[in-house]
């Protein structure tokens, strides 16, 4: 029975922690390629799950709303970036803290503004029935969520690391002063960052809503964890965000579970702290050393 | 001969101080040439305000075209390639990444692979190593990555910022024979910026002398290695 229910919780929390890993994956992704900590990043997931909410209500079968939220996610990323974000880009941190700041509370008004405050349903593409292997009960959503999840970070890693493009954008974050010699335009590279990571936002949006609920509020929690996670990962490290992610997701469930389900957002906070104490850089982190 | 690269009256200023006072010199299409001067005498600055790397005033012409309100992306897609000061390595990739790189704007893919085994031919040290991280090879050996990230791009003008720069005299001769053997086998025109005058007196058929910022000699490069002046302060005998 203890074994069933650990299990059980295990999967449950990777589930979440897929959620978490995408959201931490958005966060490395723009923080390596501009240095800016996204703080508006969950927002703009809430706001894509709400034109994927939109999209359904018009009758558009699941999957398509799905990909159309991709790319609408992808265009207003890249917009974000190119209207608002690159005008401050360089400027000292407490500014690009504020643009961002500042951008969570325009799209959540924004938000509210457009589809009130009253908390909606957003449904599952996955069955309701649970999914029984051996004594073991699996939550059918659950282990959709671990599928696209994985689905969609291979995709990532496979376009980083084997595609001209993906190549060109990790240079453009690294050295794009040399990337310029090479002929590739930072400027779009640095945009291409930000929408891509506004559209792994989505995904993180639309498989959460449904556990959760839609609501212009509902990421809040939500990228907290996702912080933990990069955190623990290391907020240089894509890979460490992936698995800080999960880690987060199954240690998050399973102080619920065992401890209780207060202190489910405690864990996240004492994530972070522990980690800025013992080990700041991260598990997979590397410090960052500047002369001056 | 035609030059493949004219600059006049080229300007640039960091801030309240001025680096290049107005400058001229030119490339001839298939030459090489080079820019002789002390630390600080504006060398880096001129090929820098070439690429567009910094913000300049005057005229730079390639192949007849002006550059000099140009993006470095856009003056690299024309066929310039600079090797820069500190060789501008992407040191977290492998070698061969560095390489494929420097032939991003290129969309011959077949070509780009011919290219990639020729220039391991060229620095066969490079093609030991194509799957190690940039950052871990030598100096020596960053400087051939350098040198063969550009010609990737199978560039019309190579600018060179000094190649020599905390080398071994042995590496510093492979890298020359081989910027030589570029000129000359495949037309590939250079700009050279350094600051060891024998070794680029030797290489270049036009030189300049530059001081704070100022062209104050001229000519063909043996008329220069002849003169007394430069015999006695860069030459040193």
Redesign the interface.
């Known amino acids: 029975m203890a074994i069933d229910t650990l299990l059980q919780q295990i999967v449950s929390g990777l589930a979440t922690g897929g959620i978490y890993a995408s959201l931490a994956l958005a966060l490395v992704m723009i923080y390596q390629a501009t240095e800016i900590v996204n703080f508006a990043q969950g927002e703009m997931a809430m706001f894509s799950t709400y034109l994927a909410w939109s999209l359904l209500n018009h009758g558009v079968p699941y999957w398509a709303a799905f990909l159309g939220t991709l790319v609408l996610a992808f265009v207003g990323g890249l917009l974000i970036e190119r209207i608002i974000v690159r005008p401050v880009e360089g400027k000292p941190v407490l500014t690009l803290v504020i643009v961002c700041i500042g951008l969570l509370v325009i799209v959540n008004s924004v938000a509210g503004w457009i589809y009130s405050y009253v908390i909606q349903p957003f449904p599952s593409p996955f069955p309701k029935a649970p999914i029984r292997i051996g004594r073991v009960v699996f939550g059918a959503h659950d282990l959709g969520v671990i599928g696209v999840t994985l689905v969609l970070l291979c995709g990532l890693y496979a376009f980083f690391r084997y595609t001209?493009l993906g190549?060109?954008m990790?240079?453009a974050a690294?050295?794009p002063?040399?990337?310029?010699?090479?002929?590739?335009?930072?400027g779009w590279m640095l945009a291409l960052g930000w929408g891509l990571a506004a559209l792994v936002g989505a995904v993180a949006g639309m498989l959460i809503a449904p556990v959760i609920f839609l609501e212009p509020n509902m990421m809040g929690g939500i990228l907290i964890y996702a912080f933990a996670a990069a955190t623990l990962g290391g907020i240089t490290s894509p890979f460490g965000a992936v698995v800080g992610g999960f880690l987060v997701g199954v240690i998050e469930n399973l102080a619920g579970t065992f401890i209780g389900t207060e202190l489910k957002l405690t864990v996240a906070l004492l994530i972070i702290v522990v980690v800025l104490l013992v080990r700041p850089s991260g598990l997979f982190g590397h410090a960052v050393v500047r002369r001056v | 001969m035609a030059a493949i690269l004219e600059v006049e009256a080229l300007h640039v200023a960091y801030g309240a101080s001025r680096v290049l006072h107005g400058i001229g010199f030119a490339v001839e299409s298939g030459g090489i040439t080079t820019i002789l001067g002390a630390n600080g005498a504006g060398k880096t600055t001129t090929l820098r305000a070439v690429s567009g790397m910094v913000a300049r005033e005057g005229i730079v012409r390639f192949d007849g075209r002006r550059i000099d309100g140009r993006a470095s992306e856009d003056i690299a897609r024309l066929g310039v390639a600079h090797v820069p000061e500190g060789r501008g390595t992407f040191v977290d990739f492998s070698v061969e990444e560095n390489l494929w790189l420097g032939a991003y704007v290129r969309r011959d893919r077949v070509a780009v692979r011919q290219d990639l085994e020729r220039v391991y031919g060229h620095f066969p040290v490079l093609g030991q190593r194509r799957r190690q991280a940039a950052g871990t090879l030598s100096g020596g050996e960053q400087q051939m990555l350098a040198l063969a990230r550009a010609l990737m791009l199978r560039p019309r003008l190579l600018l060179l910022d000094e190649p020599s720069l905390g080398l071994a005299p042995l590496v510093v001769q492979e890298i020359f024979r081989i910027v030589r053997t570029i000129n000359q086998r495949d037309g590939v025109s250079v700009l050279l910026v350094e600051q060891n005058a024998a070794l680029a007196l030797g290489l270049a058929d036009h030189a300049y002398l530059l001081e704070t910022g100022r062209v104050v000699l001229a000519g063909p490069a043996d008329e220069i290695r002849r003169n007394d002046a430069v015999r006695r302060a860069y030459l040193g005998y």
């Open positions: 001209p190549l060109a990790r240079a690294q050295n002063g040399s990337s310029r010699l090479c002929g590739i335009r930072v």
